[in-house]
């Protein structure tokens, strides 16, 4: 095996209350993707911001090349070669790829000959496979080319162990595949590429190693050969996990749900649907796949009677419902989970008793005319919390202290309980661990046997095709594929997403035998 | 690097001991910087707070008077804790207090041949309207077009005293008032009735009563949970179906309403007709106490009359020959130490060695 570059030893830190890291080792080789799987809170991101110099440890070594290092800033660890691309990304919008790359060097762009130095960066480009425009301005860019920026800026200032922070939750899974090529390239030149991820068919695609951590502790490493979705998932969670969900296909009832034509216009008053169409039946989940900011949030705004529908109309049981008031959308029937869990679906100050009654509170069961009935209250947030198996350790604590995994199954119990004849969900497991996300995703599909319409609205692929009966494409504001679940394939999918309108015709004429 | 360090670690829940305990330290703090400045201009601090304690709690007379000033402390400091819940900042308790003043003369000096029973709740309800309908005005443009409130009950409040300040130089100045800037005096009938040998008046009661009423209100009622969801977040609010425009109109009234009440209470209760001055400043010292009080009904019942008492102790530390601000002074020095305390309810401090060990402290 290669030389090591980077060692940790004993590394421990401590938050007020949590342990985040207990004595945890780690070996970076040169030449390796290795990656750091984990739920969350298992403590890998405050691993990494060691490493990256952003958090000293309470205890514990860092040995670079075989020399003990004490980084006081991330420009230490710069210093030693070990650079770290942020989930959110650190660049200056409106300056160039090239003032970006330079910002905070000492030679900057006016000091070195411009000429030189972009001719240095577009040649390290080169070597990697991450050519970009180091003219364009950074608000210009993919989310896609910004991230390699932000990889190229490392590697300009001599990372040679490069650490990726869930370096694919924004991308594409073409944009995806794009970056891993980029990885094995650096990775085969020498440097040591360090993942931090909690998706497993990833590390199964890249991953020399795996260094798996719960509860701040170093579980297992898995060697390349030993790498296997069920091993890793028992690592992670503890137990095993069921992958695939024993599902009942929909037996198609009426139609629930119909958007004809919808316009509507997003905060900046810029079109976000056009002319969007949609249906979807009783006892269906319609998953919408797109990458977030096509309209997605728009269209869940729309439907719950948040945001004006400009043209078109929303049928509900053939009733119009465009412009209702949410109240009357409420009174309907339509449950509505959003993504924004903490602020909007839940009010942070508040005590689980009075979030749980949030939609429901005028309805004769809680209140009267004038007061509230704190018995029925306690006695429905009781009910459901045991039922949905809520973790709080009091009703009368603000819920702003929950994990999000326990925020999001409070918030599912409050909307599922008005028994919804049409549940718009968004994005309902991003953030939270696998334990968490299969608690959310057999809820979802325990509703659906209820004869509920499900429009699921996420960015996770795997989330779609495990839950959904059809899965339709949102590009742009509109609809722009909708296949049942069988039909679906996942290339196709992830190619309309990036707006490739005719990928499906092109598909067709390529490979006429295509399924 | 062996030099020790102090920094701020926030705690998992705030805790109950500094919640009680920092408004008593806070007070304490304010008197000892109070001191330091008194012995620098030449006065014996002790001395003068002796005075200030004797003459406003410490005697019969002195707790009467200290009463009389909780009163419309109370009541405006009431009225813009409904509005605080909400998060409207409305800080223009003391011109709604001059309205509902101007409201509730209105009534005595145009009838002023009405008997008491349909003297004090006319001039109650006029008083409340009035104030309720100038704490209105900012709530229209706020609800529709988002217009800072903050800025707009701020600025009304100068119009209403100089509104009010028209009416008693001008049209409704007492013809037999040897051209002073003062109403004719209200008849008995507007009198609200004197209690217990003192001046402390029928007021008191309606402070009482709204401090119970809201307390129920908040806790208890359904509109008090909606105001308390739009509170904490509009967003939350609209997605569970409230009106948030038609709350902020309401919320907004009922907020002028009450400091208008305390208007109706001044000029009934103490100074029996409208006069120029009316108030020195209570809708000011309202938002200090509301916020001490953690906007709590219950509570603010109790700061008034702690800042009742600073008041009254510094005007008699004046006869003494101690500037009157002193009393303003202390009452701004409480505020500093209970925002600055607060830290210490949701952080503590931590001595950090640089090997890594921790000395709490």
Same mark, same amino acid.
């Given at each position: 095996?290669?030389?090591?570059?980077?060692?940790?030893?004993?590394?421990?830190?401590?938050?007020?209350?949590?342990?985040?890291?207990?004595?945890?080792?780690?070996?970076?080789?040169?030449?390796?993707?290795?990656?750091?799987?984990?739920?969350?809170?298992?403590?890998?991101?405050?691993?990494?911001?060691?490493?990256?110099?952003?958090?000293?440890?309470?205890?514990?070594?860092?040995?670079?090349?075989?020399?003990?290092?004490?980084?006081?800033?991330?420009?230490?660890?710069?210093?030693?070669?070990?650079?770290?691309?942020?989930?959110?990304?650190?660049?200056?919008?409106?300056?160039?790829?090239?003032?970006?790359?330079?910002?905070?060097?000492?030679?900057?762009?006016?000091?070195?000959?411009?000429?030189?130095?972009?001719?240095?960066?577009?040649?390290?480009?080169?070597?990697?496979?991450?050519?970009?425009?180091?003219?364009?301005?950074?608000?210009?860019?993919?989310?896609?080319?910004?991230?390699?920026?932000?990889?190229?800026?490392?590697?300009?200032?001599?990372?040679?162990?490069?650490?990726?922070?869930?370096?694919?939750?924004?991308?594409?899974?073409?944009?995806?595949?794009?970056?891993?090529?980029?990885?094995?390239?650096?990775?085969?030149?020498?440097?040591?590429?360090?993942?931090?991820?909690?998706?497993?068919?990833?590390?199964?695609?890249?991953?020399?190693?795996?260094?798996?951590?719960?509860?701040?502790?170093?579980?297992?490493?898995?060697?390349?050969?030993?790498?296997?979705?069920?091993?890793?998932?028992?690592?992670?969670?503890?137990?095993?996990?069921?992958?695939?969900?024993?599902?009942?296909?929909?037996?198609?009832?009426?139609?629930?749900?119909?958007?004809?034509?919808?316009?509507?216009?997003?905060?900046?008053? @810029?079109?976000?649907?056009?002319?969007?169409? *949609?249906?979807?039946? !009783?006892?269906?989940? &319609? %998953?919408? +796949?797109? =990458?977030?900011?096509?309209?997605?949030?728009?269209?869940?705004?729309?439907?719950?009677?948040?945001?004006?529908?400009?043209?078109?109309?929303?049928? @509900?049981?053939?009733?119009?419902?465009?412009? *209702?008031?949410?109240? !009357?959308?409420?009174? &309907? %029937?339509? +449950?509505? =989970?959003?993504?924004?869990?903490?602020?909007?679906?839940?009010?942070?100050?508040?005590?689980?008793?009075?979030?749980?009654?949030?939609?429901?509170?005028?309805?004769?069961?809680?209140?009267?005319?004038?007061?509230?009935?704190?018995?029925?209250?306690?006695?429905? +947030?009781?009910?459901?919390?045991?039922?949905?198996?809520?973790?709080?350790?009091?009703?009368?604590?603000?819920?702003?202290?929950?994990?999000?995994?326990?925020?999001?199954?409070?918030?599912?119990?409050?909307?599922?309980?008005?028994?919804?004849?049409?549940?718009?969900?968004?994005?309902?497991?991003?953030?939270?661990?696998?334990?968490?996300?299969?608690?959310?995703?057999?809820?979802?599909?325990?509703?659906?046997?209820?004869?509920?319409?499900?429009?699921?609205?996420?960015?996770?692929?795997?989330?779609?095709?495990?839950?959904?009966?059809?899965?339709?494409?949102?590009?742009?504001?509109?609809?722009?594929?909708?296949?049942?679940?069988?039909?679906?394939?996942?290339?196709?999918?992830?190619?309309?997403?990036?707006?490739?309108?005719?990928?499906?015709?092109?598909?067709?004429?390529?490979?006429?035998?295509?399924? | 690097?062996?030099?020790?360090?102090?920094?701020?670690?926030?705690?998992?829940?705030?805790?109950?001991?500094?919640?009680?305990?920092?408004?008593?330290?806070?007070?304490?703090?304010?008197?000892?910087?109070?001191?330091?400045?008194?012995?620098?201009?030449?006065?014996?601090?002790?001395?003068?707070?002796?005075?200030?304690?004797?003459?406003?709690?410490?005697?019969?007379?002195?707790?009467?008077?200290?009463?009389?000033?909780?009163?419309?402390?109370?009541?405006?400091?009431?009225?813009?804790?409904?509005?605080?819940?909400?998060?409207?900042?409305?800080?223009?308790?003391?011109?709604?207090?001059?309205?509902?003043?101007?409201?509730?003369?209105?009534?005595?000096?145009?009838?002023?041949?009405?008997?008491?029973?349909?003297?004090?709740?006319?001039?109650?309800?006029?008083?409340?309207?009035?104030?309720?309908?100038?704490?209105?005005?900012?709530?229209?443009?706020?609800?529709?077009?988002?217009?800072?409130?903050?800025?707009?009950?701020?600025?009304?409040?100068?119009?209403?005293?100089?509104?009010?300040?028209?009416?008693?130089?001008?049209?409704?100045?007492?013809?037999?008032?040897?051209?002073?800037?003062?109403?004719?005096?209200?008849?008995?009938?507007?009198?609200?009735?004197?209690?217990?040998?003192?001046?402390?008046?029928?007021?008191?009661?309606?402070?009482?009563?709204?401090?119970?009423?809201?307390?129920?209100?908040?806790?208890?009622?359904?509109?008090?949970?909606?105001?308390?969801?739009?509170?904490?977040?509009?967003?939350?609010?609209?997605?569970?179906?409230?009106?948030?425009?038609?709350?902020?109109?309401?919320?907004?009234?009922?907020?002028?309403?009450?400091?208008?009440?305390?208007?109706?209470?001044?000029?009934?209760?103490?100074?029996?007709?409208?006069?120029?001055?009316?108030?020195?400043?209570?809708?000011?010292?309202?938002?200090?106490?509301?916020?001490?009080?953690?906007?709590?009904?219950?509570?603010?019942?109790?700061?008034?009359?702690?800042?009742?008492?600073?008041?009254?102790?510094?005007?008699?530390?004046?006869?003494?020959?101690?500037?009157?601000?002193?009393?303003?002074?202390?009452?701004?020095?409480?505020?500093?130490?209970?925002?600055?305390?607060?830290?210490?309810?949701?952080?503590?401090?931590?001595?950090?060695?640089?090997?890594?060990?921790?000395?709490?402290?």
């Amino acid at each position: 095996m290669n030389q090591v570059i980077v060692q940790l030893q004993g590394i421990v830190k401590k938050f007020p209350g949590v342990l985040a890291n207990d004595h945890v080792d780690l070996d970076i080789y040169a030449g390796e993707i290795h990656a750091i799987l984990g739920e969350n809170g298992s403590g890998k991101s405050t691993l990494m911001s060691v490493l990256a110099g952003l958090y000293k440890p309470d205890e514990g070594k860092i040995l670079v090349n075989g020399v003990e290092k004490k980084f006081r800033s991330p420009r230490d660890a710069i210093d030693s070669g070990i650079g770290m691309v942020h989930q959110h990304f650190k660049l200056v919008e409106p300056f160039t790829v090239a003032e970006n790359i330079t910002l905070g060097e000492k030679q900057t762009i006016f000091g070195l000959s411009g000429k030189k130095l972009k001719a240095s960066i577009n040649e390290l480009g080169k070597k990697y496979g991450l050519e970009i425009n180091l003219n364009a301005k950074v608000w210009q860019l993919s989310v896609g080319e910004k991230q390699r920026v932000e990889i190229v800026r490392m590697l300009y200032r001599g990372s040679q162990v490069l650490i990726l922070d869930e370096p694919t939750a924004v991308l594409t899974p073409q944009e995806a595949a794009e970056l891993f090529r980029n990885l094995h390239r650096m990775a085969s030149a020498g440097c040591a590429v360090v993942l931090i991820t909690h998706k497993l068919n990833e590390v199964k695609a890249v991953a020399d190693r795996v260094t798996v951590l719960r509860q701040g502790k170093l579980v297992g490493v898995l060697q390349k050969d030993q790498i296997n979705p069920k091993e890793m998932v028992r690592l992670m969670v503890g137990r095993p996990v069921t992958m695939q969900y024993d599902r009942e296909l929909a037996v198609a009832g009426e139609v629930l749900l119909e958007l004809d034509k919808v316009n509507a216009f997003n905060d900046m008053g @810029l079109p976000c649907l056009r002319d969007l169409s *949609l249906t979807v039946r !009783e006892g269906e989940i &319609l %998953g919408l +796949a797109g =990458v977030s900011g096509n309209g997605q949030r728009e269209l869940a705004e729309v439907i719950a009677g948040l945001r004006r529908v400009e043209s078109g109309k929303i049928l @509900l049981n053939d009733r119009n419902i465009s412009n *209702l008031s949410p109240c !009357e959308i409420i009174d &309907l %029937g339509v +449950a509505y =989970v959003p993504e924004d869990r903490l602020g909007m679906g839940l009010v942070p100050e508040l005590n689980a008793m009075e979030n749980l009654i949030l939609k429901s509170y005028r309805q004769p069961e809680f209140s009267g005319r004038w007061f509230l009935k704190p018995q029925a209250i306690k006695q429905n +947030a009781e009910a459901l919390i045991s039922q949905y198996q809520v973790n709080v350790t009091s009703l009368t604590q603000p819920v702003k202290v929950l994990s999000g995994g326990n925020l999001q199954k409070l918030l599912l119990a409050r909307e599922i309980s008005s028994s919804p004849k049409l549940m718009v969900v968004i994005y309902p497991a991003r953030g939270l661990d696998i334990g968490a996300t299969e608690a959310v995703h057999k809820l979802l599909l325990k509703l659906k046997i209820r004869k509920t319409a499900i429009l699921l609205i996420s960015e996770d692929l795997d989330e779609l095709f495990r839950l959904a009966d059809r899965i339709g494409v949102v590009y742009s504001g509109q609809l722009t594929g909708d296949f049942p679940v069988e039909q679906a394939d996942l290339e196709e999918v992830g190619l309309l997403m990036t707006g490739a309108h005719s990928a499906r015709e092109r598909v067709n004429d390529n490979e006429p035998a295509h399924t | 690097m062996n030099r020790p360090t102090l920094k701020l670690e926030k705690r998992l829940a705030p805790s109950p001991v500094m919640v009680f305990i920092i408004p008593l330290i806070s007070v304490l703090l304010a008197l000892l910087l109070g001191g330091i400045f008194l012995s620098l201009t030449g006065q014996n601090p002790l001395a003068v707070y002796a005075i200030m304690f004797t003459d406003s709690l410490g005697s019969k007379y002195g707790f009467t008077e200290t009463i009389v000033k909780a009163i419309p402390l109370s009541l405006t400091a009431l009225g813009v804790a409904v509005a605080f819940k909400m998060k409207l900042w409305n800080i223009g308790a003391e011109g709604q207090l001059y309205m509902g003043a101007m409201g509730a003369s209105w009534l005595p000096l145009t009838y002023p041949a009405l008997p008491v029973y349909l003297m004090i709740p006319g001039m109650v309800v006029l008083g409340m309207i009035a104030g309720g309908l100038w704490a209105f005005l900012t709530a229209i443009p706020r609800a529709i077009w988002k217009v800072n409130e903050i800025i707009t009950t701020l600025m009304l409040n100068y119009v209403a005293i100089l509104w009010v300040d028209f009416l008693v130089f001008g049209p409704w100045r007492d013809p037999l008032g040897s051209n002073f800037p003062i109403t004719a005096p209200f008849p008995e009938a507007a009198r609200l009735p004197e209690m217990f040998n003192s001046r402390i008046h029928a007021g008191l009661f309606f402070a009482l009563a709204l401090a119970v009423i809201l307390t129920i209100v908040f806790k208890y009622s359904r509109w008090g949970y909606s105001i308390n969801v739009i509170g904490s977040s509009e967003r939350a609010a609209s997605y569970a179906g409230m009106n948030i425009k038609r709350n902020i109109l309401w919320v907004m009234f009922l907020s002028g309403a009450i400091s208008g009440l305390a208007g109706m209470a001044e000029v009934s209760g103490i100074i029996g007709r409208l006069q120029h001055g009316i108030s020195p400043g209570y809708g000011y010292t309202a938002i200090i106490v509301a916020w001490l009080s953690k906007l709590n009904p219950l509570a603010i019942l109790i700061v008034s009359v702690l800042f009742g008492a600073l008041q009254v102790g510094g005007y008699a530390a004046q006869v003494e020959g101690v500037p009157a601000a002193v009393a303003t002074m202390l009452q701004g020095m409480i505020l500093f130490f209970v925002l600055g305390g607060e830290v210490l309810t949701n952080y503590r401090v931590v001595l950090v060695r640089q090997k890594g060990e921790e000395l709490r402290k």
